[in-house]
T-cell receptor
Framework: DVKVTQSSRYLVKRTGEKVFLECVQDMDHENMFWYRQDPGLGLRLIYF???????EKGDIPEGYSVSREKKERFSLILESASTNQTSMYLCASVSGTNYEQYFGPGTRLTVT | QKEVEQNSGPLSVPEGAIASLNCTYS??????FFWYRQYSGKSPELIMSIYSNGDKEDGRFTAQLNKASQYVSLLIRDSQPSDSATYLC??????????FGPGTRLSVLP
């Protein structure tokens, strides 16, 4: 069964803190994505990766970075958290054959 | 700007009825089409994928694709209150990333 896990379901951080969100998939997919979802704005792509060590900016990369040291793990880093980064963060893993995208449970991050 | 459009709803149907959710997309090069269900506070869950024109059925769900009209739909037969959720349409073109629609909120009334 397809599985994508994220390190935390809920997280509260203070402004200026460095925040790490981790995502692990067990499907041997090469493609992984990070999105944020906000009411009225839908899903917005932050970063993605098509291979280990490879990363590409999405539509809203500012204030974020990523790390992909191993195929199964894709981490999102908020370098200095700000209140406008309060959001639901969703990691997804994508099959390279049929493009089916599977989401993790999400991390609801609150920055105070 | 590639776009995917959906009626935001809410779409209300009585229990047992057919719910019809529609999605249009702007990129004629789009190749793969997906429907996700998202319950409030939860992450999107893939329920259907379709790649060629016509219908694809899976249980109570039927996806319909018409590439000439740039239109994809999802029919839910015998709707249940547990189907109440937001349904997201997603489209991908070769070499591009996914484009998601804003979602349609479905409410199935007991």
């Amino acid at each position: 069964d397809v599985k994508v896990t994220q390190s935390s379901r809920y997280l509260v951080k203070r402004t200026g803190e460095k925040v790490f969100l981790e995502c692990v998939q067990d499907m041997d997919h090469e493609n992984m994505f990070w999105y944020r979802q906000d009411p009225g704005l839908g899903l917005r792509l932050i970063y993605f990766s098509y291979d280990v060590k490879m990363k590409e900016k999405g539509d809203i990369p500012e204030g974020y970075s990523v790390s992909r040291e191993k195929k199964e793990r894709f981490s999102l880093i908020l370098e200095s958290a700000s209140t406008n980064q309060t959001s639901m963060y969703l990691c997804a893993s994508v099959s390279g054959t049929n493009y089916e995208q599977y989401f993790g449970p999400g991390t609801r991050l609150t920055v105070t | 700007q590639k776009e995917v459009e959906q009626n935001s709803g809410p779409l209300s149907v009585p229990e047992g009825a057919i719910a019809s959710l529609n999605c249009t997309y702007s990129d004629r090069g789009s190749q793969s089409f997906f429907w996700y269900r998202q319950y409030s506070g939860k992450s999107p869950e893939l329920i259907m994928s379709i790649y060629s024109n016509g219908d694809k059925e899976d249980g109570r769900f039927t996806a319909q694709l018409n590439k000439a009209s740039q239109y994809v739909s999802l029919l839910i037969r015998d709707s249940q209150p547990s189907d109440s959720a937001t349904y997201l349409c997603a489209v991908i073109s070769y070499g591009q990333n996914f484009v998601f629609g804003p979602g349609t909120r479905l409410s199935v009334l007991p």
